[in-house]
């Protein structure tokens, strides 16, 4: 059912379809919307055969989830930036107890200096968790995602994170179609988990396991990510012809076959960078673009096809690993290994700064024409940064010249 409906009530409605039976949150932007709507579902009976769990931190939301999951409820949860950071120890707990647990990440700035707004710094603090993390361009995606995110995880026993840029488009309203209770149904069967915790049959699950078998276990959670590249295709493409629009599934190229030129990124930004890849096509640019929706596991293959006409690639990304580069970028970078294919990184967006067209369409033309640097800040503020060197600078000499002053 076609829907004018902002993005986070959107994702609620598309959780509740799924009929989780546990639900637990600690309220932070840009999440709150989800969870307060979900609550509210669970309060007036709209969603029935759910408890809804009031916890006092994100550490006790994810701990919540781990232990309804582990007695056989399917459990969802959702968070952001800090939160993700509280709750983190339980998040790798989650993945190391293989337990099916759905969370939608609204992508945020992680502090200091405290920021509300949008990047990707929160979802790439955690992306060796274990987590299979998948990014949505439109609250579209963002629906399709979680529907696709619990028959993923209950297939392959592992937790999914379905990451949806904050305030872009949790707080947007767009035409979003909700599919309808029954094909949900179909394409999210009831819950059937691969171990549960049962008095009558008692067993232990997470605990001490030494040198002689931890290995093994990260190995056997490294097969079940890599089976995600196959089962994600599959249940999207199932998906897709559940409710007749185009599969989102690991990646999305556009206009990229032939194009020597490609633009690489994940998340709503993806809108702009096809709009300036059309304005630049029409000037006789050899441009195209590659939207990384599966981000772990890394679709390397996929993405190795995909550029397999590049002979240069810019990656856009809303992150930045302080003292080594761009993080995607760097997946991109070992994707394309052997191959002589010239990779940038533009870091944009940062801490929610609008990402312009024109800023964009300036440095894909330098890339087009091969004066684009390595690693790019897009709209730099160059004067304020100087300026703060500049006093850095002077404040270390004045301490160094009152310390030679005493010494005299």
Known sequence: MQRQIEGSLAIAEAVALCRPQVVCAYPI???THIIEALGAMVKEGALDNCEFVNVDSEM????????????????????ASQGLLYMIEAVYNAAGLGLPVVMTLANRAIGAPINIWN?????????????????????????????????LAEELSVPVMVCVDGFILTHSIERVDLPDQDVVDRLVPPFAPRQVLDPNDPVSIGAMVGPEAFTEVRYLAQLRMRRALEVIPELAERNADAWHRPPTGLIHPYRSIDATLIVV????????????????RATGVNIGALGISCFRPFPVNEVREQ?????????????????????????????????????????????GRPIWAASLRALFVNAAEGTLPATVFCDLNEELVERELERMTHDRSSRSLARRDRAE
């Open 265 to 280: 990124a994940m998340g709503s930004v993806l809108g702009t960078i096809k709009d300036v890849v059309d304005d630049l």
């Open 119 to 151: 990047d990707h710094t929160d979802a790439m603090a955690v992306r060796d968790a274990g987590w299979i993390q998948l990014f949505a361009e439109t609250n579209q995606e963002a629906v399709d995602l979680h529907v696709l995110a619990f028959a």
């Open 60 to 79: 006790a939301a994810m701990s919540v989830a781990i232990g309804a999951s582990a007695v056989g409820a399917r459990s969802y949860t959702a968070t």
């Open 307 to 351: 550029l397999r006409s590049a002979t240069r690639v810019v990656v856009v990304e809303k992150a930045f690993s302080i003292g080594n580069g761009g993080v995607l970028s760097t997946d991109i970078a070992m994707a394309l290994r052997d191959r002589r294919v010239t990779v940038h990184t533009v870091v944009a967006g940062l801490g």
């Open 29 to 31: 932007s840009p999440q």
